[in-house]
Structure formats: structure tokens, C-alpha cells
């Protein structure tokens, strides 16, 4: 598999990383979003959710945040959602 993902991304010019498991934000409402492939919890209280994802960092930020649920590296977190950033 390994060598499928190098032949990949020399024949698109793409970094290898990119041929993998990738990380995926859907946003279901302004109180509800579900984040997957996290790999690290950063800060978690009612304020603000940081979370490490391969390659970035997701911090989501509003009021009376919840994290619903953390199961197989998908987070889900609600609350009142006033902002989503990434960061490499």
C-alpha cells in the first residue's frame, strides 16, 4: 500500500500524505459539527475545542461546547458554533 501511495503521488506531484486516511469537518448546524481523523484532544472547555488532526489543528469556538462523543477518531461537538479555524 505504501509503495501504491508514493507511485500516487509522484505520477499527480502531490505529497504522499495526501493519499491516506484524510480529515473530514461537517458542519450540521450552527450547533453541531462532526470531525473526523482526530488524533489529540489539545484544550477542551465550554469556550473552545482544539483539536490535532494529521497535518492541521481545528479549533472550534462558541458557547456551551459539549463533546458529544469521541469514538474511532470522530470527535463530535455541540454547543452554540460561532467558529471553526484551521491551522497547519
Known amino acids: 500500500m505504501k509503495k501504491l501511495r508514493r507511485m500516487l503521488a509522484e505520477a499527480c506531484e502531490m505529497p504522499e500524505a495526501s493519499f491516506g486516511p484524510c480529515p473530514y469537518l461537517a458542519i450540521e448546524s450552527n450547533s453541531s459539527i462532526r470531525i ?29 461546547l459539549t463533546m458529544r462523543s469521541y469514538a474511532m477518531k470522530t470527535v463530535r461537538i455541540g454547543g452554540v458554533i460561532r467558529n471553526v479555524s484551521l491551522e497547519e
Not at 37 to 62: K, P, Q, W
Open 36 to 64: 473526523d481523523e482526530c488524533l489529540e484532544i489539545l484544550s477542551y472547555d465550554e469556550g473552545a475545542i482544539s483539536l490535532r488532526l494529521r497535518g492541521m489543528t481545528v479549533t472550534v469556538t462558541g458557547e456551551r
